[in-house]
Each structure stands twice: as C-alpha cells, then as structure tokens.
C-alpha cells in the first residue's frame, strides 16, 4: 500500500509541479501577453477604422458616380427629346416637300411625288440611324442634295424655267441612290 500512497504522491507532486510550471510560465510572460493582447486590441481598432475610412470613401464614390450619371442621363434626355423635335421638323418639311412638287409639277401623277416624298424620307431615316459619325455626315450630305435638287427643280418649274413634265434630275438621283444601294 504504501507504495500506491507513493505513487499518488508522486502523481499528486507532479501535477502541483507542472501546475507550478505553468504559473511560473504565465507570470513570466504576462507582461508579453498583455502587450500582444493591447497590441490585437489596437490592430481591431485600426481595421475597424480602416474599414470605416473605406466605406466612407466607396459611398463618396458612388454619391460622385450616381450624380455624374443622373446628369449624363438628364443631358441624354434632353439630347433624345431635341433629336425627336429635330426629327418631327424633319418630316414636316418632307411633307412640305411634297406639296411643293404637287404645285409645281400639276400635271405629275400621285405616285412620282409619293416616290419623291418617300425617297426623301428613306434618305431621312439612313441618316438618323447611321451608327458612326462619318456614315451620318455622308447621308445627311446625300439628304441635302436630293433636297436642294428637288426644291431647285420646282423652283425653276414653277417660274417657267423649266418646261419639264416631271422632275427629271430628282429623278435621276433618287435612280443613282437605288443602283448604289444595289451595290452595297
């Protein structure tokens, strides 16, 4: 027995001598440890004010951004309603276009001053639907001749001029037009 009782002694000092250990440790190194543990404390403040500054600065940048497109996109409003104006005005005086070439040409059936009038507005559309500026600027410059031959041509009809029964270089240009078109 008394060597049982000695073992648990032994058991007993050994568990009071790593006990002893570890506080020996833990006293040595508090100091260590309470400047790691202010050291981690200050490092969470830091990133939680790092944080902070970052989202302060992304929410500015989103402000910037939101107000930057709400002006893009009321300067494009504007720009789509000017262009709609445009465009009406446009019609309006292919219309006028056509009711010129009525009065001038009397005796020109329905269907050339259609063919006219629709020609004119083909041309209208290319040129609002062009997709770069250069293509744009061509049809718009083909829109301005055909319109000029056009309102020439019934200007010179009209004050006798020209003795012609039909608009023969409008027509001869909307027949250039077709035969380009045919070869694009």
Not at 84 to 103: C, F, G, P
Request: aromatic residues 4%; proline residues 1%.
């Amino acid at each position: 027995m008394s060597t049982l009782k000695e073992r648990i002694h032994q058991i007993v000092n050994l568990i009071h001598s790593v006990k002893a250990k570890n506080l020996d440790w833990q006293v040595e190194n508090q100091d260590r440890a309470i400047k790691l543990s202010h050291a981690r404390h200050l490092a969470e403040k830091n990133l939680q004010a790092e944080l902070s500054k970052k989202n302060e600065q992304l929410a500015h940048e989103i402000a910037l951004l939101k107000t930057r497109q709400d002006a893009e996109l009321g300067m494009l409003k504007t720009r789509c309603k000017q262009d709609l104006q445009d465009y009406q005005h446009y019609l309006e005086a292919l219309n006028q276009l056509k009711l010129t070439i009525r009065s001038s040409y009397e005796h020109l059936p329905d269907a050339v001053a259609l063919t006219i009038h629709h020609h004119a507005k083909s041309l209208l559309n290319m040129m609002w639907d062009a997709e770069n500026l250069e293509e744009k600027i061509k049809c718009e410059a083909q829109l301005l001749k055909f319109m000029t031959t056009v309102h020439e041509e019934a200007r010179l009809c009209r004050t006798g001029i020209l003795n012609q029964k039909l608009p023969e270089n409008t027509l001869n240009l909307i027949n250039q037009d077709t035969n380009q078109s045919l070869l694009n």
